[in-house]
Nanobody, 124 residues
Framework: QVQLVESGGALVQAGGSLRLSCAASRRTSSSYAVGWFRQAPGKQREFVAAISWNGGATDYAGSVKGRFTISRDNAKNTVYLQMNSLKPEDTAVYYC?????????????????WGQGTQVTVSL
């Protein structure tokens, strides 16, 4: 069992930056890929970014590519999502998830564990 806790969500102005963190309750480096998803009100949860077990591979949704960066520190059992040049359409609850696989996964149904989410609000 893996427990995930997100943090770092906040209210920020458009053009600003935030760094989200996803802390795992146990060591995930050897077996787990991690992804970030988001869900805006009235919309389905969508893929944002994902990283392989050792950080060697990453993938991004087209809407965030070039603005967001996913990284991980396996010594701290933590995955980060650096978000720059934020836009109002980035407003959502952001969730991290862990999948028992060493490769990058982008489909929500492939993930085994989910955090409770952290709210990101981007104002004009």
């Amino acid at each position: 069992q893996v427990q995930l806790v997100e943090s770092g969500g906040a209210l920020v102005q458009a053009g600003g930056s935030l760094r989200l963190s996803c802390a795992a309750s146990r060591r995930t480096s050897s077996s787990y890929a991690v992804g970030w998803f988001r869900q805006a009100p009235g919309k389905q949860r969508e893929f944002v970014a994902a990283i392989s077990w050792n950080g060697g591979a990453t993938d991004y949704a087209g809407s965030v590519k070039g603005r967001f960066t996913i990284s991980r520190d396996n010594a701290k059992n933590t995955v980060y999502l650096q978000m720059n040049s934020l836009k109002p359409e980035d407003t959502a609850v952001y969730y991290c998830a862990a999948a028992y696989t060493i490769v990058v996964v982008t489909t929500r149904y492939q993930y085994d564990y989910w955090g409770q989410g952290t709210q990101v609000t981007v104002s004009l």
